[in-house]
C-alpha cells in the first residue's frame, strides 16, 4: 500500500482483513466497534444461501417427465408415450424421495411410474407443458432428516395443498462438502372431483356491450379468448413461491439461534452493492471440491473478494464519518497542516524529553512519513477537518458508484461468458443432430439416437438456451469474445481504482489518528501548565 509506512510508524494503527471483517485500533473507541464486529464473525461459523429456480420440463423442447423423474429418483422408468426406457439406478446422492398428493388424486399416483405416464398420456400436444420444477438449495445448518422435513413442509403447504401432484427427491451427492438440494416435479394439471384430469386453460367467447358474442368474418368462427383455470402459470405465483421458500429457510434458521438470514429478492431489488457470483455447472464445481482451479472459480473469488473490500471500506468510511463528528471541541477552521506539523514536532519532543535518542535515519522515516500525509492532504486540497468530512464523504460516494458500475458490468460479463460456454457445444453437435433429423427411417433414427445420445443432448441444451436468451438473433461470438474482453479491462480498471480509494480512507484514518492523538497530547500538556501555575500561585 502506498501509505503503509503512516500505518506502521504509528504502531497499531495498521489495517488487515479476515473474511470481509476489518480490523483497526487506530483509536480505542474504532477499535471497541470492530471487537463487536469480530465477535458477530466468530458467532456465524456457517453462512446460509438461498437458491429457489422454477423452471418447465416441455416436451416442445424434448424433454419428457418420466425421464426426468427417473433422474431424479435414481431409478429406472418406462416411458409409455415413447417406449423409451430411462435407467438411471447407478446414479449416486439420492438420499430421500418420496411423493405427495392432494386429497382428490387417484392414490395409485403414489406410484412414480404411473403418476407420469399418466402426465405424459393426457397430454397430447408435441409441445405441451408436461411438468413444473422446482429446485431450492436446503440449508447445511441443518442435519438430512431436518432438511427432509423442511422439504416436505414446504411442498405439502404450496403446492399439494393447492391441487398438484409432487414429486420431492433429495440430493446430498457431497457428504464432505455440503451441497444438499431438494429437486421438485409438479403436476401442471389440476384434479376434478372425481380425480380425473381437469383442464388446463379453457375457452370463453368476448362479448360485445350488450352480452351477445362476437362473430369474426375473416375466422368465419365467434370470437375467443384463453382463461387460464389456474394462477399457477403467473409470474405473481412464481414470486409468492419464491417468497415463501425463503420465510421456511428463516425460519427454520432462527429455530436454530443462527442469526444469518436470506432473502429471495435479487441483489439489485434489495439495494444491496453486492455483485452475483457467476453459476459454476457442475463440472466447474466438482473441479473445485479436488482443489483444482477453474476460470469461473477464480472468477467468483474475484466477485467475492471485491465485494468483501468495498464492505469494508465502506464500514470504515461510517467509523470515520463517527470518530470526526466525536471531534466538536476542535475548531473546524483549525489548519489539518498546522495540526500535522505540531504532532511531528511533540513527538520528536516528547522522545527527547523521555531520555529516548531519536536516530537520524528514525527521524528521516517520519519526516518521510509526514511528507507523504502533506501531499495528500494539499492534492486533495484538505485544510481542515470539515474539508476532510467532505473528502470522505465524497469517497464513500465514490465506492459506491464503482460498486453499481462493477455490478452491471459483472453481470454483462456473466451473461457473455454463458453465451460463449454454450456455442462449442452447439457448434460441434450440430451436423450429429442435423444428420439424426434427416434420418427418415424410424428404426434407423432410434438407433442413430442411442448411438449418439450426448451429442444430440449437448445440441438441444445449447439451442434452447440460445432460443430463451437470444430472441432469434445471430450466434456472433467473437462479437461475444470481444465485448467480454472490453468488459474484462473495464472491470480490473474499475478494482484498480478502488483499491486506490482504499488506500485514501488508509490516510484519512492515519489522518485523524494523528489529530486525536496531538489533541491528547496537547490536553495534558495544558493540564501539566495549570498545576504548575496553582503550585506557583
Not at 424421495?97 to 405416464?117: C, F, G, H, K, V
Not at 405424459?120 to 405441451?128: D, G, H, L, Q
Not at 350488450?210 to 414470486?239: F, H, L, M, P
Not at 476542535?330 to 524529553?353: A, C, Q, T, Y
Amino acid at each position: 500500500m502506498l501509505y503503509e509506512f503512516s500505518l506502521v510508524y504509528d504502531k497499531g494503527a495498521l489495517i488487515y482483513h479476515k473474511r470481509g471483517i476489518v480490523r483497526n485500533n487506530f483509536c480505542e473507541s474504532m477499535s471497541r466497534q470492530f471487537a463487536i464486529l469480530l465477535r458477530k464473525e466468530k458467532e456465524v461459523l456457517t453462512i446460509a444461501i438461498y437458491h429457489c429456480s422454477i423452471k418447465i420440463i416441455s416436451r416442445g423442447k424434448g424433454k419428457s417427465a418420466v425421464a426426468a423423474a427417473a433422474y431424479r429418483s435414481g431409478e429406472k422408468l418406462t416411458n409409455d408415450y415413447d417406449g423409451t426406457t430411462h435407467d438411471f439406478t447407478r446414479k449416486g446422492g439420492v438420499v430421500h424421495t418420496e411423493i405427495l398428493l392432494p386429497d382428490n388424486a387417484p392414490r395409485e399416483y403414489s406410484d412414480r411410474s404411473m403418476l407420469w405416464n399418466a402426465v405424459e398420456a393426457v397430454e397430447k400436444s408435441k409441445n405441451a407443458q408436461l411438468s413444473r420444477e422446482i429446485e431450492i438449495a436446503l440449508p447445511n445448518e441443518l442435519s438430512e432428516t431436518e432438511c427432509i422435513e423442511l422439504a416436505r413442509e414446504f411442498v405439502q403447504k404450496n403446492f399439494v395443498d393447492k391441487g398438484m401432484c409432487a414429486d420431492v427427491c433429495i440430493h446430498n451427492p457431497n457428504r464432505e462438502q455440503k451441497n444438499i438440494h431438494a429437486h421438485i416435479m409438479l403436476t401442471m394439471r389440476p384434479f376434478n372431483e372425481d380425480g380425473t384430469w381437469g383442464d388446463k386453460q379453457k375457452k370463453e367467447y368476448v362479448l360485445d356491450k350488450n352480452g351477445n358474442k362476437i362473430y369474426d368474418k375473416r375466422k368465419r368462427t365467434y370470437k375467443c379468448r384463453t382463461v387460464q383455470t389456474t394462477d399457477w402459470n403467473s409470474r405473481e405465483k412464481a414470486e409468492e413461491w419464491r417468497e415463501a421458500w425463503s420465510e421456511f429457510l428463516n425460519n427454520a434458521l432462527e429455530q436454530r439461534n443462527i442469526s444469518e438470514k436470506v432473502d429471495h429478492r435479487s441483489f439489485e431489488r434489495q439495494g444491496r452493492l453486492e455483485k452475483p457470483t457467476v453459476h459454476m455447472g457442475v463440472a466447474a464445481t466438482q473441479m473445485e471440491r479436488k482443489g483444482i482451479r477453474t476460470v469461473k472459480g477464480d472468477t467468483n473469488r474475484k466477485i467475492k473478494s471485491i465485494n468483501a473490500k468495498i464492505s469494508a471500506l465502506l464500514k470504515r468510511i461510517d467509523m470515520l464519518d463517527s470518530e470526526l463528528a466525536k471531534m466538536k471541541e476542535i475548531p473546524k477552521e483549525d489548519s489539518l497542516l498546522e495540526m500535522l506539523m505540531r504532532f511531528h514536532d511533540n513527538g520528536i519532543k516528547f522522545s527527547e524529553v523521555r531520555g529516548v535518542s531519536v536516530s537520524n535515519l528514525k527521524k528521516i522515516s517520519k519526516f518521510k512519513d509526514l511528507t507523504h500525509l502533506i501531499a495528500f492532504v494539499q492534492g486533495h486540497n484538505i485544510g481542515t477537518l470539515s474539508e476532510l468530512a467532505e473528502k470522505n464523504s465524497e469517497t464513500k460516494s465514490e465506492l459506491k458508484n464503482y460498486k453499481s458500475k462493477l455490478i452491471s458490468t459483472q453481470k454483462r460479463m456473466k451473461e457473455l461468458t454463458e453465451l460463449l460456454d454454450n456455442y462449442p457445444r452447439y457448434k460441434e453437435n450440430k451436423a450429429v443432430y442435423l444428420e439424426w433429423q434427416s434420418i427418415t427411417n424410424p428404426k434407423k433414427k432410434e438407433k442413430f439416437y442411442d448411438k449418439h445420445y450426448g451429442e444430440i443432448a449437448l445440441f438441444k441444451t445449447a439451442k434452447s438456451f440460445f432460443d430463451s436468451n437470444l430472441n432469434g438473433a445471430k450466434l456472433t461470438p467473437k462479437a461475444w469474445q470481444r465485448e467480454l474482453d472490453e468488459l474484462k479491462k473495464s472491470a480490473e480498471i474499475d478494482r484498480a481504482k478502488v483499491e486506490n480509494l482504499g488506500d485514501d480512507v488508509a490516510v484519512m484514518e492515519t489522518l485523524i489518528y494523528n489529530v486525536q492523538r496531538l489533541t491528547n497530547y496537547e490536553e495534558k500538556q495544558n493540564e501539566i501548565q495549570r498545576k504548575r501555575s496553582c503550585e506557583l500561585e
